[in-house]
């Protein structure tokens, strides 16, 4: 699927839920957030039959994120169900990893092949200031399941406020260093005010290369995260929807004052 920008969209990343069990400063108000209600948030047959047609499309590469992946109940059936749709070649989870020490062996199982545990600090009680949850020993937990479960990639996304000098960021480092795992590092955006940095070690917020689309949890298909555009699948029809948004890919982002981080995925 060519945009209008000669960019092949071969990329999806579905938010499958805007519920936490964290509330890291950049991303959620303390307070949470309005949930969706039940009836508005897709089923797991609407986002298969969603990938479903996304692939007959052209999409081959799946990213299930959120909110938290994996406060959505069943996620292991969702895995399950997209993984059988042929013409999948890559579907990977961004997770928080408090919850993976359950779920790492069960979703390998499934067909995850790829994962990415957001980790900012390794200091208990920075982690606790960002994430304002005392996680850090469970995530941790999570991440040594993960690595033992044979997933072709587990990485650690850490967000950082300026630099890699930041004494959590060198924490984190050293962790991934230790766990020979990969750490990308990610500037905190700002959606309201447009500020975004391509990811280092990653494609994300290099918009001359952008090859995503993205289902929000309410099924809305977003071309991009630093635009307000979105294309609801229950109004439009998959088929549709995936079109429009295609076809209304801007060439670089500016802002969004309508999508969060926590409701259409990062
Ligand atoms: N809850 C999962 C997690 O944290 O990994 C998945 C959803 S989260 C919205 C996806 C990614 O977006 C995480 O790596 C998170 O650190 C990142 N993120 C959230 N808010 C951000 C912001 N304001 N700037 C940059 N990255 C952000
Ligand atoms: Fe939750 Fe992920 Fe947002 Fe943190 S970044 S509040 S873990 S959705």
């Given at each position: 699927m060519k945009d209008n920008h000669n960019r092949n969209i071969t990329y999806l990343r579905i938010s499958?839920?805007?519920?936490?069990?964290l509330r890291c400063v950049y991303c959620?108000?303390?307070?949470g957030v309005d949930p969706i209600s039940h009836t508005d948030l897709l089923t797991f047959e609407e986002i298969a039959d969603f990938v479903k047609c996304s692939v007959s499309m052209g999409i081959n590469k799946v990213r299930l994120t959120g909110?938290?992946?994996?406060?959505?109940?069943?996620i292991v059936d969702l895995v399950r169900m997209i993984k059988d749709?042929?013409?999948?070649?890559d579907l990977a989870m961004t997770t928080n990893g408090v919850l993976l020490k359950q779920f790492a062996e069960p979703l390998r199982q499934a067909g995850l092949m790829r994962i990415n545990i957001s980790l900012d600090s390794m200091d208990r009680e920075r982690f606790k200031e960002i994430?304002?949850?005392?996680?850090l020993p469970a995530v941790l937990e999570g991440i040594d399941e993960a690595v033992k479960c044979g997933y072709e990639k587990i990485k650690l996304n850490c967000v950082i406020?300026?630099?890699?000098?930041?004494p959590d960021a060198v924490s984190v480092a050293e962790y991934g260093k230790l766990k020979g795992l990969e750490v990308r590092f990610i500037r905190t955006m700002n959606l309201v005010t447009g500020e975004f940095w391509p990811v280092d070690g990653g494609e994300?917020?290099?918009?001359?290369?952008c090859n995503r689309i993205r289902l929000s949890a309410k099924g809305d298909v977003l071309p991009?995260?630093?635009?307000d555009i979105g294309f609801s699948v229950r109004k439009f029809g998959a088929r549709e929807a995936i079109k429009m948004a295609v076809e209304s890919k801007p060439a670089k982002g500016t802002m969004s004052r309508t999508h969060e981080f926590y409701n259409v995925g990062g």
């Open positions: 499958v839920t805007d519920r936490c069990n959620m108000p303390e307070e909110g938290e992946p994996l406060v959505r109940k069943g749709i042929e013409g999948i070649e994430t304002r949850r005392d996680e406020r300026k630099n890699k000098d930041e994300g917020g290099n918009c001359s290369v991009c995260l630093f635009s």
